[in-house]
């Protein structure tokens, strides 16, 4: 069957192979940016609307004409166009786009190589093919609003992703056909240490994990159910006698079978012993001994596997110098000595340099260290190697690394794709630790697009295909995005608990990167609580492990919720330096614009409870124009309801009143829960207090519906404020109780109790609440009038405090509508992760 080939000018585009080439080089695009070049070029006869141009490139009709027009940009550079001279896209004003270049088309067999090109393309996977299979469902959907606060989600799942991409020495999955629970594979029942090494030089200090894993390998390619080497590497960290290592992967992952390799210098060579142990007995040993330790690991790997009643099918199709190279950059991978795999792959002869096991390695070198823009272009150009009936395994474990990104740079349509299709190619194939992260991915994908329920039935997916690889890790990966999404549906506490839970198998696994994100997301759900003494307690534990991790996103995702969490817990001072330093070091990040924008929120909070308005509208304004994307739409509601704050703080009523209009047209156009309620709370704050009855109810109703507590406390805080300060004590009196129950540890409920009873005229409550506020303020002031004590209740002085009732709404009293609560939050990573956890 014959697909097309464009030409116009000096480019070439093939939308089978989705390759672009000019002057005969191949460029690397972005699929958005080829799919915008590709319908631009098939709808040529006519000019395309905006609207159209951005439903079939995103599959979705919510994208800002701000993106729409840096994908374009990008479409004109790669062809040699510019804006200015439009000799390929025209564009329509007030329209959209239309091409003009002169095209030829050609028709090109799809068995062979397309015109002036010697590598064969590889066409993407049919629909149909994806829609066969049912748990993905991938056909665009319409956009799902999401609820609850912003976390690192899919971050933690991110590495696990390219780590099963770059096991790639098996790349081929059995043919048998068999019961659906057979195809998959069994649980893990062996575990292989790590290699003890006798009478080696120092330069072979990698074969005591190169071999381990070498060997671990070559057991899992004849079917036996094989613990993945670094969950090993994790439960055993800082264990190294052999009977204590034995013990503890028995109990740690309850693996039946636990293989010891003994390796020495041999007179010819090398000798290699395999004991096996079985509970506390030895089962058998079995050695080899050849002139090569990795031939001789394979060979006393067999000798096993013949003990056991298996075979390796591949096992004398080895390639020796390429197998030790894979065997010493795995052990460098498992010790996190990144650097040290990338010059053994550069240092590499060129024949294996250029391997898709070399490169698919690198590529996950790059994004676990953060060079994220690096990696989607090795794997990009890795991906037309890899066809879907050559290499299905490679290509799945791409598309997984492929996918990882598309989430952590917010793509997460695409990202559903790339998963949806990595699952098709492993539906029947014996390979459930991939096919457990294409679905933790996917899943990933589901939440962050809102479709909350199509995740958990994936996560739960997830669940199963690693069970049955015994993978341990990514199974707490899986738990961790579990506590994320439970999250994002405000269930706080059940998010928190998921959170402890991954966070301690984390710790067990001394799985750095996701322990730090994982604590990071407990710490949000705990401000979410109102507890910021229990998130600073978690923020401070992770402090000291960042100095032993390389990714810049994972450390500014961590301090970034470590300033927000000092400004609540009133050390302003630390937070405001803080905040500086990361603002200084933004630009090292992988998304630093997504970074400044929550480093702006946060300074804004804080200058205008310090009493300067006009900068913190600034800040927030600049926060509201960066969350502009459909990702961050309760971030940037709450931005947009903090500039309003601050415009009526610097007595810009008319402004003020302005922004809160806009943001109820764009709530009741997006009709989004975290734009509607603090719309509500916008219109609501910009109405005189005698008239807003109506939107501070909706606003309380849109906050339980959510059922986040620090949603609930800001609005009851704003509306009591007001009626304290018009006088309205009666009314005031239900709305301060129902945040008596946060007062003993959040300073703004605490600090609206006591001017409730200030105002009350309740001195030994008044005397109560100010030793409870004083307790939480830190650095934050109260305000001298309340220091002071209140005319007894019942006097003339003490009815009617505050400010007359027909101004009260032009401005808030200090703090008033400022608690300490959810905030907009970098979305780095798995949990970031998402995040794709290794990474």
């Known amino acids: 069957m014959a697909h097309s080939v464009y030409r116009f000018g000096d480019c070439r585009i093939d939308l089978s192979a989705r390759e672009l080439h000019r002057d005969g080089e191949l460029v690397t695009l972005s699929p958005k940016v080829f799919d915008c070049l590709a319908y631009l070029i098939e709808h040529r006869e006519r000019a395309v609307g905006r609207d ?33 001279e439009q000799h390929a896209i025209r564009t329509v004003p007030r329209f959209g786009y239309r091409w003009i270049a002169e095209v030829s088309q050609a028709k090109v067999p799809s068995s062979l190589p397309a015109a002036d090109t010697h590598e064969a393309a590889a066409s993407p996977l049919p629909e149909a093919a994806i829609a066969t299979t049912e748990p993905v469902a991938a056909p665009a959907s319409p956009r799902r609003h999401r609820n609850g606060w912003i976390l690192a989600l899919g971050l933690v799942a991110l590495a696990a992703l390219i780590a099963a991409a770059w096991q790639t020495r098996e790349r081929r999955a059995p043919e048998s056909a068999a019961s659906p629970a057979a195809v998959i594979g069994a649980p893990a029942s062996v575990a292989v240490l790590p290699a003890e090494v006798t009478s080696a030089a120092a330069s072979q200090a990698w074969l005591r994990l190169g071999l381990m894993d070498l060997i671990a390998t070559h057991l899992r390619g004849a079917g036996l159910g094989v613990m993945p080497s670094d969950n090993v590497v994790a439960v055993l960290r800082g264990h190294d006698a052999r009977e204590d290592a034995v013990s503890r992967i028995t109990a740690a992952a309850g693996v039946r079978k636990v293989v010891v390799p003994l390796v020495a210098r041999a007179a010819a060579g090398w000798s290699v012993r395999l004991d096996l142990h079985e509970g506390d007995q030895l089962q058998g040993s079995f050695e080899a ?17 013949a003990h056991l009643g298996r075979r390796n099918p591949h096992a004398n199709a080895g390639n020796l110098p390429l197998d030790e190279l894979l065997a010493r950059i795995d052990a460098a991978q498992l010790t996190n000595d990144l650097a040290g795999a990338r010059d053994l792959i550069e240092q590499a002869p060129a024949s294996l340099r250029d391997l898709p096991d070399l490169r698919l390695r690198l590529a996950q070198i790059d994004f676990r260290a953060g060079r994220l823009d690096v990696a989607q272009q090795q794997l990009a150009a890795l991906l037309p190697q890899a066809g879907n009936e050559t290499e299905p395994l490679l290509r799945a474990r791409i598309l997984n690394a492929l996918g990882a990104i598309a989430i952590r740079t917010r793509r997460n349509a695409e990202a559903e794709r790339e998963f949806g299709e990595a699952i098709a190619l492993l539906a029947h194939g014996k390979q459930p630790a991939v096919l457990g992260q294409a679905y933790t991915g996917l899943a990933i994908s589901h939440a962050a697009q809102g479709d909350f329920d199509a995740a958990q039935a994936n996560f739960s997916r997830a669940r199963i295909a690693l069970e049955l690889a015994g993978d341990g890790l990514a199974q707490a990966r899986v738990e961790e995005n579990e506590g994320v999404v439970a999250a994002r549906r405000g269930h706080a506490a059940e998010a928190l608990a998921a959170h402890q839970r991954a966070a301690q198998r984390f710790e067990r696994f001394g799985a750095l990167n996701e322990l730090i994100l994982t604590r990071g997301n407990a710490a949000s759900v705990q401000l979410a609580l109102l507890d910021p003494a229990a998130a600073l307690a978690t923020i401070e534990r992770s402090l000291p492990l960042l100095d032993q991790i390389e990714n810049r996103r994972t450390r500014h995702a961590l301090l970034i919720e470590h300033a927000s969490v000092l400004a609540r817990s009133g050390q302003l001072s630390e937070a405001r330096k803080l905040l500086a330093e990361l603002a200084s070091d933004a630009s090292s990040d992988s998304d630093p614009a997504l970074l400044l924008a929550r480093i702006h929120f946060e300074q804004a909070r804080l200058d205008l409870a310090a009493g300067r308005p006009d900068e913190a509208a600034a800040l927030a304004q600049s926060a509201v124009e960066a969350y502009a994307d459909a990702d961050h739409l309760r971030e940037r509601a709450h931005a947009w309801l903090l500039l309003a704050q601050a415009l009526r ?9 302005a922004q809160a209009a806009q943001l109820r047209a764009a709530a009741n156009a997006d009709q989004a829960p975290p734009l509607l309620l603090f719309a509500a709370l916008a219109q609501a704050e910009a109405t005189p207090v005698d008239a807003a009855t109506t939107a501070y109810e909706d606003a309380l109703a849109r906050a339980a519906r959510e059922d986040v507590p620090a949603d609930t406390a800001q609005v009851l805080i704003s509306w009591a404020a007001r009626l304290i300060a018009a006088g309205e004590l009666d009314r005031a009196s239900a709305l301060v109780g129902q945040v008596s129950r946060w007062a003993g540890q959040d300073f703004a409920c605490a600090l609206l109790q006591l001017r409730y009873y200030h105002a009350l005229g309740e001195i030994p409550a008044w005397q109560t609440a100010l030793q409870r506020a004083q307790s939480l303020a830190g650095e934050r002031k109260i305000e001298p009038v309340l220091l002071e004590a209140p005319p007894a209740r019942g006097t003339d002085s003490a009815r009617g405090k505050g400010l007359p009732a027909d101004t009260a709404h032009d401005r808030l009293p200090p703090s008033a509508g400022h608690v300490d609560g959810p905030q907009s939050r970098a979305r780095p990573s798995i949990t970031l992760p998402i995040s794709f956890a290794n990474h």
Do not use: P, Y
């Open 52 to 84: 159209e141009l951005i439903a079939a490139v995103w599959g979705k009709v919510d994208v800002s004409d701000t993106l729409l027009g840096q994908t374009v940009l990008k479409a004109r550079r790669a062809i040699g166009d510019t804006g200015n």
């Open 289 to 305: 001994r050849a002139t090569d330790a990795v031939l001789a690991a394979r060979m006393a790997a067999d000798q096993l596997l």
């Open 649 to 657: 703080a610097a007595g810009k009523l008319t402004e003020a009143s």
